[in-house]
């Protein structure tokens, strides 16, 4: 199968293959250049949880899902798990 490059250097993944793969618009993918005009094209693998917030503020039940504002939850207690009294 051929494709282009476009003026901006942008390859063009025929619809085809995307169709295909289930490769959607935004994914990434990593480009390896193998030797001179030899390139290996992969997609990387989404991060475990990647889309889970959105999807969550989707909830139709508004309210039920809250963002917590902190860096890390890592300090949060878990379902079900008093916090300890200092």
């Given amino acids: 199968m051929r ?3 476009s003026t901006k250097g942008q390859l063009v993944l025929p619809a ?5 793969d289930s490769v959607a618009p935004g994914q990434e993918f990593e ?3 193998l ?13 475990v949880n990647e ?3 959105d999807h969550l503020l989707t909830c ?3 309210d039920w899902f809250v963002p917590v504002p902190s860096d890390s939850t890592a300090d ?5 798990i008093e916090a300890p009294d200092d």
């Fill in 3 to 5: 494709t282009i490059i």
């Fill in 16 to 20: 085809e293959l995307r169709r295909r």
């Fill in 31 to 33: 480009i390896k250049r």
């Fill in 35 to 47: 030797g001179r005009g030899v390139y290996r094209l992969a997609r990387t693998s989404a991060a």
């Fill in 51 to 53: 889309g889970l917030v």
């Fill in 60 to 62: 139709p039940e508004q």
């Fill in 76 to 80: 949060l207690p878990g379902p079900g």
